[in-house]
């Protein structure tokens, strides 16, 4: 984004194509570039577009609570915004979607984002975007009719399709759900003054999937003063320091944060630590929580990290790699009868019933979810690592296939002790899905029940005489 700040007066530069960069263009001569009279840039980095149908769902009366009678006393103002689907003169609505609340629909949302990100025109948007506001070169640049978005066999444009694919994402995972202390800390110093962690979806929408839904955002979707941590944009009503509270589920994966990216790499602890300085720059509304926090013992400010830390992270999935493989049934088993847990335990992680227990009804429910060898080495109709929980087998390795179900040498397909053209063609002939679960099939080297490259990697890795 980019402008012109006239000691206090805001000029998007909209003669010379702004406040909005067009990155891409289809040819070198059509490129936008920042006009030398812009003295206000600001790099802006994607919203999260999890759920949004059911934050499109919240009632603007449950948003505008937090305006009349803000919690804390930390004033959040709502930005009241047309959606673009409404017939003129409608009422507004409260924004929610983007850095300063300005769209208040996922289908607004879409046909801005494709006509100014994809660059496309559409029935809500039908024009194009001029090179830094040249006409000319954009009539060169662009010779298709707009708009140029048109409805599919269904009668469904571009925007309503990537509008059901957005509505309908669910939100991210939270785990443990509930419980842990540093949610405490976190109400205690005042995030959720902004960070509001509840809402409801109305009864409104004509999905099931979307009515009476209890949902976790973390974000009151207001706008706040953030003091000198504002982008200098104006958009609508939204003034150069206001910023919309971004949700916090899903933020343990986000790398890099906050709005224009400035915070990023290293471990989630050191980027929520940056992210948290940057909130208590001068003129910010949530600098007092900021200041809070800076006064926390380390232990309070470790809990609190480790809260954050869950939102955004799959069921079971201890080591944070949002997949179930061998290092997380590790975990699982270490855990498996102990007890009880509570929700800071590392063990909460794999207890998915909150009951305190990790037992046969959380790995049920693991299993479900397990990414890694879902073989039957030895034939008793329960897949292997069962018979690891079970101790039924060993497993003294820990790579989640029984120590007797080992070949000689992996590649070994039949036995042979050696790895040659009879392994190398198992694999070719067995190419695929495994037929039946749980049994295993010829050329699956790893046991993960689908013959593959990883397969034939390890085929050709292990060529010749068994050591």
Known sequence: RFGFDNKGEFDPLASLGGSLLQVNSISKDCAEFVPEEANVVSMRLTNSSMAFGMVEAIPDADLLVNQTSPPGGVSGRAHMVAAFEDAPGSPLHVGRFGWKAQLPTTLSFSADATQNELGFSNRFIPFDNAPNGNASLLAQCDTVADP????????????????????????????PKSGMS???????????NCHVKTFTTSNAPAETALKNKTIHPYSDFLLHDMGLLGDGIVQGDAQPTEMRTPTLWGVRIRDPMLHDGRVGAGTFHSRIMDVIGWHGVFGSEAKPSADAFNALSTQDQDALI????SLGRAEFDANGDNFLTVDDFNAFRGCYLGGPYTANDPCAISDINQDGHVDMTDFQSFLLGWDGPRGDCNGNGIIDIQDILLGVSSDVDMDGIPDGCQPSCVGDTNGSNSINIDDLTSVILGWGPCPALPSPCAGDVNNDHIVNIDDLTSIILGWGNCP
Request: glycine residues 6%; aromatic residues 12%; charged residues 25%.
């Open 148 to 175: 140029e978005d048109h409805a599919d066999a269904n009668g469904r444009d571009f925007i309503d399709r990537v509008t059901n694919f957005q509505r309908f994402l669910a939100p991210p995972p939270q785990t």
């Open 182 to 192: 540093g949610e405490v800390v976190f109400n205690t110093i005042g995030c959720n």
């Open 306 to 309: 480790a809260f954050l830390d």
